[in-house]
């Protein structure tokens, strides 16, 4: 007998084809496979009992990166051919998955190199179909090995039959490579112009990379998509001078520990979270770390959470051999530039580290390391980049091809085709000319692999971001798109929902329509339009762009407010210095660059000011994450907050903080109070508007007590919940909310 199998789903660039090949061979069937646009083909022939357990078997034993979604089965006349061949690939690539995403190093690959007689022994560039680079090392589509950074290693004899073998793991692997033939490593002094340090060999040279790291050194170590600026965790002198060297804040540093069970030493890891850190995307899970851990302080000032990765690629996993138990590593750039991926750029790389373990692999694109965080069950991104960058969202139904260019902060691109968003991986701060020629560049490589030609363009209405200059210069009919309904488009896309939705944005900045600075936003809307149905009543702050690193001066702003000029005795305008603290008032007073805001994230910042938890933050959002890691739990009670379709009034609330804390009350019990009041308020909104679904988005609901506590009263009431999952919150998600409006609105 003789079957057509169509197996939809993620079936393309992930071992599938050989695995099917395996499976029809050793069941004795002949017949073929063959790529297609959205899956494969398979047609087999032979017995029944054969036939009928090649079905079987072939969704219970598919590769481990397979996601069959659905499997149609039809009979065919026999052709009587005996052979079973794999066909090459027809159709478009944005269909068809051919630029997949850069892939953990798997088990059995990690076997290979920690096996003595295996000729991969301590080989840090090992991989198979199953596992390794890709994204970050394609030039140009079809992802062939010549379009790869690896075209320029010749395989040897042996290399080259694994690759062309289809019984073999590494079959048609593209990055295929071994000591023989692939590339090498090379350790640096970071001192410019100097030679090689040791011309050991590749494991030589890992072992002086660890007694480096072990005896405190700091080392730049060149990933998948860029260098890690590495050292000991639980060295805090280390930890101290990378801190200083890279950026004078207390942002967290990202830690790799060596497996599961060193992060259950250092982390409280739940079920999803364990799924999260052994996901081959191999993402960073931020879990709550451990009180009395032997991390040092410096790793995460002042936050209850800790960023963890495992190892992803076969030399990660050979660092942590003899004795380091835990390891820093964050992006290889100073705050606000690109990663660092290219030998051109190492002199970036020269103040940051003392020595550098560097590769003669190019990297092709940057991709930095992704971030997601666990919220009922299911791992949320926050920075989306290696592992999931640039596979693309379906969107449920066909848009028109458009690009938008996202917003400012942690800005990433989207193209549209067919039913398909493709965002570009976490591309950072769109402020200096270094990130505006990452992004131009990923947009170009993108357009070319996905056949991507877009006829209109999207970006923020804020005239001063560099995206929407961009977009502006492109020639193509552009809209402005309202950032807060750029996040609830977002929210809507990934969740395909067309129709209309209460939309709750709450975040620091996004410029409204009136041309002042919105940010607790609730809209009705859909892709065509919005309703600003309710928002926080605008509060003057003082001091520009610079107030959100002083959060006191927010609080002044808000205390003005709802006090008048007798403002109380609180304790934090002690803490500030007579001089500015008048300065400020008087600037307040005058309205001197002085500018209105709704947002939720300044109302945060005010709070955390006002009980002393935070006057002044050296990274965005410090004062609201510090804010609530002091949330106490199991606290009912709340502040009131009055919703008000002419503007929700916040200053009871800032006169009940301020009451609270000038009789001594707990910053625990304030702040969940205060979180508490944001909770009702948009369940009151909820109530109000009567549409059964609720969409929350914006960087405010990465705050896991507010979302915990939004979510379980709206789920309570019967609301149906909208919530991010594959795409961030933040400004990160924007601009596939753009992409949904612009497709909306253009032929
Ligand atoms: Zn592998
Ligand atoms: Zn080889
Ligand atoms: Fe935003």
Known sequence: MRKRIEVRGTVQGVGFRPFVYRLATSLGLAGYVRNVSGGVVIEIEGVEGAVASFLTRLRLEAPPLAVIEKVDIEDRDPQRGDAFIIHGSVGDPSKSGMVPPDIATCDECVADFLDPSNRRYLYPFTNCTNCGPRYSIIQDVPYDRSNTTMSVFAMCAECQSEYDSPSNRRFHAQPNACPACGPELLLLSSSPGQAPLAPASGSGLIRQTRQLLKSGAIVAIKGIGGFHLACDAENDGAVRRLRNRKRKSDKPFALMLPDLAAACEFAHVGEPDRRALLDPRRPIVLLPGRAGSTLSEAVAPGNRNIGVMLPYTPLHHLLFKDGIRALVMTSGNLAEEPIVSRHADLP??????????????????????????????????????????????????????????????????????????????????????????????????????????????????????????????????????????????????????????????????????????????????????????????????????????????????????????????????????????????????????????????????????????????????????????????????KYALELDAAGIDTRPLIQAVAADVMRGAPVGLISAKFHNAIASLVLDAARAHHLKRVALSGGTFQNFYLLTRTVGLLRAAGFDVLLHSAIPPNDGGLALGQAMICAAGSP
């Open 348 to 637: 970036r790389l020269h103040g940051l580290a003392d020595h550098i373990l560097a590769h003669n692999r190019d990297i092709q694109t940057r991709v930095d390391d992704s971030v997601v965080r666990c919220f009922e069950g299911i791992p949320r991104l926050i920075r989306r980049a290696r592992g999931y960058a640039p596979e693309p969202v379906d969107l449920g139904h066909c848009v028109s091809e458009v690009l938008a260019c996202g917003g400012e902060l942690k800005s990433a691109f989207c193209l549209t085709k067919d039913n398909y968003a493709i965002l570009s991986q976490h591309i950072g701060d769109l402020e200096n000319l270094e990130t505006l020629e990452f992004f131009e560049e990923t947009l170009r490589h993108m357009k070319r692999f996905f056949r991507v030609e877009p006829r209109a363009v999207a970006c923020d209405l804020h005239p001063g971001y560099l995206s929407t200059k961009f977009a502006l210069g492109l020639g193509l009919p552009q809209i402005g798109v309202q950032h807060h309904h750029a996040h609830i488009a977002s929210c809507m896309a990934e969740n395909r929902v067309r129709e209309k939705v209460l939309g709750v944005a709450f975040d620091g900045t996004g410029y409204g329509t009136d041309g002042r600075i919105w940010g607790g936003e609730f809209l009705i809307c859909d892709y065509k339009g919005f309703d600003r149905v309710a928002h926080f009543k605008y509060v003057p702050v003082a001091g520009g762009d610079a107030a959100v690193r002083e959060p006191w001066r927010i609080a002044l702003g808000y205390l003005r407010e709802a006090f008048g000029d007798r403002l109380p005795d609180l304790p934090m305008l002690r803490r500030i210095e007579e001089k500015k603290l008048r300065f400020v008032l008087a600037a307040l007073a005058r309205r001197i660059n002085t500018g209105d805001t709704s947002s939720c994230g300044r109302l945060f910042d005010a709070v955390s000011a006002i009980c002393e938890v935070r006057l002044e933050a050296n990274y965005e959002g410090q004062a609201a994450i510090e804010l609530e890691n002091r949330a106490a739990a199991g606290v009912e009670q």
